[in-house]
């Protein structure tokens, strides 16, 4: 009874040190962003409608909305070619979204306060802006923008005691993926085999340590600025699983 009790506590003691890699990582997840439920309204990502200016030119803002390093939101728009500006006094409650965007050009200062209401995957509401002299009100529709992988994405692994931080860099064409990862401390690889379709992110990176070449297979599925999914590396002939939580960075 004694050799058989020994048997199955080290048999269960195996076992709970095969799972700790996977149970570190889903605790090194952290939380999810603002929005994350399934049930509550998402905001964040990419938005884009046309506006015609009073000089008859027409432009196409897209405001990126993303989730700050506290949980929180952070957005800026983008006008035409020009570089991103950071909006403020952002504001998003149940489904209605308010925010001010201050524009300055050669020869004037415009400030623009957008409201709107969040209807599916489109924004209505309505633009104030004093771009032409006085405020003037303007309807507002803009239209969810799909999702895509490009950009940087960050994501911690623990193993053991180590604990590892990837960097990803991430760059589309067509459902092809190309880009680099990097660990905290290493130099970065470039990916292979990526491709992006269905929403599912698929790459594989190859490196080599003390002679013996690793195989990692990242697939993941990317969803409201995450991308969650599984890590298999192989080293010789050991396969191992992770758990595979990515957040976007930029």
């Known amino acids: 009874m004694r050799f058989l009790s020994s048997t199955i506590g080290l048999s269960f003691g195996r076992r709970v040190a095969a799972l700790l890699p996977g149970l570190m990582m889903l605790l090194a997840g952290g939380a999810a962003p603002v929005g994350a439920a399934d049930s509550d309204p998402w905001i964040g990502g990419r938005w884009k409608w046309n506006f015609t200016m009073p000089d008859g030119s027409v432009v196409s803002p897209v405001l990126k909305i993303r989730a700050d390093e506290s949980g929180g939101l952070k957005a800026t728009v983008r006008f035409r070619h020009a570089t991103e500006v950071p909006v403020q006094d952002f504001r998003f409650s149940g489904d209605q979204l308010s925010f001010v965007v201050v524009r300055?050009?050669?020869?004037?200062?415009?400030?623009?306060?957008?409201?709107?209401?969040?209807?599916?995957?489109?924004l209505r509401g309505t633009i104030e802006s004093d771009w032409a002299g006085?405020?003037?009100?303007y309807p507002w529709e803009a239209q969810r923008l799909p999702e895509t992988p490009d950009g940087n994405?960050?994501?911690?692994?623990?193993?053991?005691?180590?604990?590892l931080e990837f960097t990803l860099s991430l760059k589309q064409e067509g459902d092809k993926l190309s880009g680099k990862l990097t660990a905290r401390k290493g130099q970065g690889v470039d990916i292979h085999h990526g491709h992006f379709k269905n929403g599912e992110v698929t790459f594989e990176v190859e490196r080599e340590r003390d002679g013996e070449k690793i195989v990692s297979k990242f697939r993941g599925t990317l969803a409201?600025?995450?991308?969650?999914?599984?890590?298999v590396a192989t080293v010789g002939k050991a396969e191992h699983t992770y758990e595979w939580v990515a957040s976007r960075e930029d």
């Open 134 to 137: 006085a405020f003037q009100t």
């Open 224 to 231: 409201r600025d995450m991308i969650r999914g599984r890590e």
């Open 104 to 122: 300055e050009g050669i020869d004037r200062k415009a400030t623009i306060h957008y409201s709107g209401r969040l209807v599916g995957e489109t």
């Open 153 to 163: 994405w960050k994501w911690t692994t623990h193993i053991r005691e180590r604990k």
